[in-house]
DNA sequence: TTGTAGGCGTTATCAC
DNA sequence: GTGATAACGCCTACAA
């Protein structure tokens, strides 16, 4: 900065003032400085500048692994951040505690202006005295002052699907759900046993289909299936990938979808296209731009718009009717 | 650092040397400043310390868009990078040459240590500069004593699948490619060119299917070949994202694969085994490795080792035989 | 083994 | 309008 100073015959700070626009300069020297900016290729060093405005201008998402509905949040949140001229980066935390923890510190140590928390592995009350250091805004449901949350409550977009399996005959309803310990399989839990009690169903017992998240869960369920001698007629699933594997296997298995059984997925994702499953669409790309919005409102206090929530049942080819 | 060296009675060269584990310091002293940090809740400042060092531990990771393919690129690249203390940045250039180089910018910036470069759009005229301000790998191939690339040649794997088809019997083939200026593209051009040579087969116009990259352009595929007066008996992919599209919709629209035609992914991604599609089994999460090896070598003049890249043709349902 | 001090490249507060 | 100059928080010769 100091040579491009120079060769304008002008001092440093007029310089950093054609650069930050800020500030009074003449449009006489404000060319002289551009020209020289020109000529000599200058670029300003973005550590020194985050050191010295304090904000590195990089937010963080952190995922405890990988799946095709994060992918969808990844990609929506990295296309808002942008936007505003931030930068995302990514980690995975692998279901290791510690490195949670370790981007949490980032936090700290100011290389990360905020954290979209997709999955966390840490108790929140490990993770909630880190919000003093910047934004943490959480895909999952959490109850804290200080978290804000992107979370849509599941009970009645889990509620709209079983009713539709049970207005297509269905009787016997299995569900498959991922994280045991989340909120959102609690949630779904309720709305489960809520539509069981309202129907005057018997409610099986949720323990055996819980932390099922791959489309190989899904695959397994069908083998599951097929070795029943009371066979349900339905499931209920977390996620479309776990809905994909089923419904593929079970067709390799020789089974006929919705006949043998109705399947509804999740997310509504590429996948349950062009799979034909009826699914529940659940804006997962609304959420991650709600998610930066947040950030972005309490880093710079800016007016932003939250996009409304909303969710649908689709109804494609592996539920009657 | 100053209010902790304060507390333990040294000076901050003396905390930075702890931190640092550089130079001589007695374990007495070390111990207390161990103790003022824990104390103290002290955590380094990112900003300051990339300032000094001149180094941001960061990498980029440059897509011009989103695909399954690419997801298994990034996540391959992240793990491998995260392992040596580098984070990874993800950004998106959605089709826009100039979001591309204020990427590259960002390597002049001292914003990146480097970049893995996915899908370009600029001219490599116009990226090869920037070479000289951090390692720059590229996924596609290319020219350049400058810029590093762990592209392995389409040429044969291409010519696997093509003479697989052959084999069953397939006499009317297809290609579906992507992006029509890729060096990639180009190899399977010749590859499909010299088969069809060898087997004294008539060749079909390249130009009618560029640009194919989704699961959508693979639909619309399958709507165009039942159209035709003369149907082709076989499909070439560029990746399993099109191969999906391909097979799922011509199913819609009651085709039998391979009876009516065959089809051959790419890359071998989780899709194509759930729909049991033939493909190519092509060492994506491996490129993505050395990658980062190639990246960190240049950083760090260590010594890396190589994956070898190798590919092979799976086969299952999409093809006969 | 430890301390002093200069500088990394900016931004921002003053004077002028 | 513009120019000194003091931070920002850390690392690292060089001295002691």
Chains 1, 2 share one sequence.
């Not at 007029?14 to 300069?25: A, E, F, H, L």
């Not at 060319?31 to 050191?51: C, T």
């Not at 009970?155 to 207005?167: F, K």
């Not at 779904?188 to 055996?208: G, M």
């Amino acid at each position: 900065m100091q040579d491009i100073a120079r060769k304008a015959g002008v001092s440093s700070a007029t310089v950093s003032r054609v650069i930050n626009q800020s500030g009074y300069v003449s449009s006489e020297t404000r060319k002289k400085v551009e020209a020289a900016i020109q000529q000599m290729d200058y670029v300003p060093n973005s550590q020194a500048v985050s050191l010295k405005t304090g904000s590195s201008k990089t937010l963080g998402i952190v995922a405890s692994n990988f799946s095709d509905t994060m992918m969808v949040l990844v990609r929506s949140f990295t296309l808002a951040a942008q936007q505003e001229g931030y930068t995302v980066t990514f980690y995975i935390t692998d279901e290791d505690k510690q490195k949670e923890l370790d981007v949490l510190e980032m936090l700290r140590g100011k290389r990360l202006d905020g954290i979209f928390l997709l999955i966390r592995l840490n108790d929140w009350s490990a993770i909630e005295p880190y919000a003093k250091y910047g934004p943490i805004v959480t895909w999952q449901r959490v109850d804290s002052n200080h978290i804000a949350s992107v979370y849509m409550d599941q009970y009645h977009a889990y509620t709209l699907g079983l009713e539709h399996l049970y207005a297509s005959g269905c009787r016997s309803i299995v569900n498959l759900y991922s994280n045991s310990h989340g909120l959102n399989t609690k949630s779904r839990i309720k709305a489960y046993e809520d539509f069981c009690t309202r129907h005057l169903l018997p409610v099986h017992s949720a323990d055996l289909f819980m932390g099922l998240n791959t489309s190989r869960d899904g695959e397994r369920v069908a083998q599951w299936w097929l070795e029943q001698s009371v066979k349900p007629d339905a499931f209920m699933t977390s996620s479309d990938s776990v809905a994909a594997g089923l419904v593929t296997q079970a067709q390799r298995l020789g089974c006929h979808l919705p006949e043998d059984f109705s399947v509804i997925g999740f997310d509504n994702i590429e996948i349950s296209r062009l799979l034909d499953i009826s699914t529940i669409d659940y804006p997962v790309a609304k959420q991650a731009k709600n998610a930066f919005a947040l950030i972005f409102h309490q880093l710079t206090n800016r007016e932003v718009f939250l996009e409304p929530l909303d969710f649908q049942l689709i109804s494609r080819k592996t539920t009657k009717n």
